[in-house]
């Protein structure tokens, strides 16, 4: 494995006002699947693992993450953990296209790039948030490797292969539309295409008019052989660590996040249904989400002197926390907001319930 290239680079504009720009580092690492570039933010801290993050076709990590990382309540997070956002390979700023015939890793290929990272980086655990097929990606690295990932944050994940159905739906819908049109119904529900908001004009336009177009035609092609992801509750084909399962009201993925849900461990899972957040509840309610991985991440044991601001203060929101122990450490908690109380409370362990932001 070897370094192919690091630069330095820095954000064009401080996060808050009056704040240092975060200093970047980006790296390629080659891989026995072929090269794949990262870019850390900060330093590691002691006995804490990474944040590793792992976008969504169509998208790179900067389109994919970055209203929610430089969200201002994001802050407080980001001081506490080093992170790692992890580009798909062809999906970076300024990647070549890759010549005709080019044989795209698979999803599970991708997922086994992942140890590539982390051995360059010298980082023994992660905390990772994926993103539809990034979602998929870093459920397979933790169904293969769950030693090292404390804990998953899993947007708009689908962990099933595509039937017979699926497949000619796809087709279909392949002779009259284009690759882009066809990735941004993935990416964002009807009824917001329908609007054809801001949001969604621009993203029209980056994926549109991507000058790696073909690359990411490859990248949509790989999500769409995904194998099964097998999920068995109870089994051992499971997540061992906390997750916390995410998905908009409405959104595309909205029924595969639900039966996902139904196939892991309550005692372990989260679920997160946010109310007008769309496809993409990263890019739309970064506030909601970020209030969410706070509580996510004092269950795990950090940050527990965090301040909850965004829904510990609205009347609507409620946290319903539970916790068995594994060690020192929180393995278990449920979220839920009730639109009847303001208060924090606990209930039984080994319990999950739906979330509605």
């Given amino acids: 494995m070897a370094e192919l290239r ?18 970047a580092k980006t790296h390629s690492v080659e891989t026995p699947y072929g090269s794949v570039t990262f870019t850390v933010y900060g330093t590691p801290k002691p006995k804490r693992p990474a944040i590793l993050t792992y976008h969504d076709v169509g998208l790179n990590y900067k389109s994919c993450f970055q209203p929610l990382f430089q969200f201002a309540d994001m802050q407080e997070i980001i001081q506490n953990f080093v992170r790692v956002h992890v580009d798909a390979p062809g999906m970076e700023e300024g990647a070549p296209v890759f010549p005709l015939g080019y044989q795209y890793p698979s999803l599970d290929q991708l997922a086994d790039m992942i140890p590539c990272i982390l051995q360059y980086l010298n980082f023994s655990a ?7 097929a990034g979602a ?13 990932v404390e804990g998953l944050v899993l947007i708009n994940i689908d962990p099933n292969a595509k039937g017979w159905m699926d497949w000619a739906a796809h087709k279909l819908t392949g002779l009259t539309s284009s690759i882009s049109e066809m990735i941004l119904g993935h990416l964002f529900s009807q009824e917001e295409l329908s609007g054809n908001s801001e949001l969604i004009q621009k993203y029209r336009n980056i994926i549109a008019h991507a000058p790696n177009l073909d690359n990411i035609e490859l990248y949509w092609n790989s999500y769409n052989n995904r194998r099964d992801l097998n999920f068995v509750r109870g089994g051992d084909n499971t997540l061992k660590c906390p997750v916390m399962l995410v998905v ?12 996902c849900n ?6 372990q899972t989260s679920f997160l249904k946010m109310a007008d957040s769309g496809g993409q509840p990263q890019l ?3 506030g909601k989400l970020t209030e969410a991985f706070k509580y996510f991440l004092q269950g795990m044991g950090y940050m527990a002197s965090s301040c909850m601001t965004r829904l510990s203060r609205s009347r609507t929101a409620s946290l319903t926390s539970a916790a068995s122990i594994d060690g020192n450490r929180s393995r278990s908690r449920t979220l839920s907001q009730s639109s009847e109380s303001g208060t924090l409370s606990s209930g039984p362990p080994g319990h999950t319930m739906e979330v509605s932001c």
């Fill in 248 to 259: 908009g009201d409405q959104a595309p993925h909205e029924d595969a996040v639900v039966e």
């Fill in 126 to 132: 992660i905390i990772g948030i994926g993103v539809g």
């Fill in 136 to 148: 998929y990606v870093l459920s397979r690295y933790a169904l293969t490797h769950p030693d090292t």
């Fill in 262 to 267: 139904s196939k892991l461990d309550p005692t």
């Fill in 6 to 23: 690091e630069v330095q680079i820095t954000e064009e504009k401080p996060l808050l006002p009056g704040q240092a720009p975060e200093v």
């Fill in 284 to 286: 739309t309610q970064p």
